[in-house]
């Protein structure tokens, strides 16, 4: 079955930087699009990124342009997120999840980012 | 960017009952291929979002019958014919026919 597990989550400091994962298993990893969602404590989700199935093609939401960049790599099935200049408003449980011609088929547990001082 | 407008924000429903949510989008959600990237999740208790329903009324794999959506351009609706137990949660609607995709703000159903 279709299974997302992400990782890399945990507590950092204001301005420096997180790399999260996602390892996924149970479908041919290379030829589905993928996304990064976010949902801050007690709040509504958030989309983060969005990446091709080949990787070529990435979309970000204004709120993290220019300091997160999604990659993956498809000899591995994994997908990533880098996090720049990480700020308090980035606190958030971070989740990946699979794109079926345009819709979020498949979510993984997701991993927590807290950001403080 | 569409932004997606859910009413109500809360919903308390008695078991057994019927229960709706709307959601409308600030623009037209049908794309250049025809086709409208509405979908809706729902996210229960300490558990991340599950698909339900997607381009506005498909129901999922393993969706009970009684969630349908319906709507066109830009409203929206999930109806649930008959509200039980395990429905409690938070429901989204959630855009995918333009970067940024985006959610609504969420409705909680609760029951009363």
């Known amino acids: 079955q279709v299974q997302l597990v992400e990782s890399g989550g945990g507590v950092v400091q204001p301005g420096r930087s997180l790399r999260l994962s996602c390892a996924a298993s149970?479908?041919?990893?290379?030829?589905?699009?993928l996304h990064w969602v976010r949902q801050a404590p007690g709040k509504g989700l958030e989309w983060v990124a969005f990446?091709?199935?080949?990787?070529?093609?990435?979309y970000y939401a204004d709120s993290v342009k220019g300091r997160f960049t999604i990659s993956r790599d498809n000899s591995k099935n994994t997908l990533f997120l880098q996090m720049n200049s990480l700020r308090h408003d980035d606190t958030a449980i971070f989740y990946c999840a699979r794109d079926y011609l345009g819709h979020f088929d498949s979510w993984g547990q997701g991993t927590l980012v807290t950001v403080s001082s | 960017d569409i932004v997606m407008t859910q009413t109500p924000l809360s919903s308390p429903v008695t078991l057994g009952q019927p229960a709706s949510i709307s959601c409308r989008s600030s623009?037209?959600?049908?794309?250049?291929?025809?086709?409208?990237?509405l979908s809706w999740l729902q996210q229960s208790p300490g558990q991340p979002p599950r698909l339900l329903i997607y381009?506005?009324?498909n129901r999922f794999s393993g969706v009970p019958d009684r969630f349908s959506g319906s709507g066109a351009g830009t409203d929206f609706t999930l109806k649930i014919s008959r509200v039980e137990a395990e429905d409690v949660g938070v429901y989204y609607c959630m855009q995918a026919t333009q970067f940024p995709y985006s959610f609504g703000q969420g409705t909680k159903l609760e029951i009363k």
């Open positions: 381009k506005i009324s």
């Open positions: 149970g479908f041919t990893f290379s030829t589905f699009a």
């Open positions: 990446i091709s199935y080949d990787g070529n093609d990435q």
């Open positions: 623009h037209s959600l049908v794309q250049s291929d025809g086709n409208t990237y």
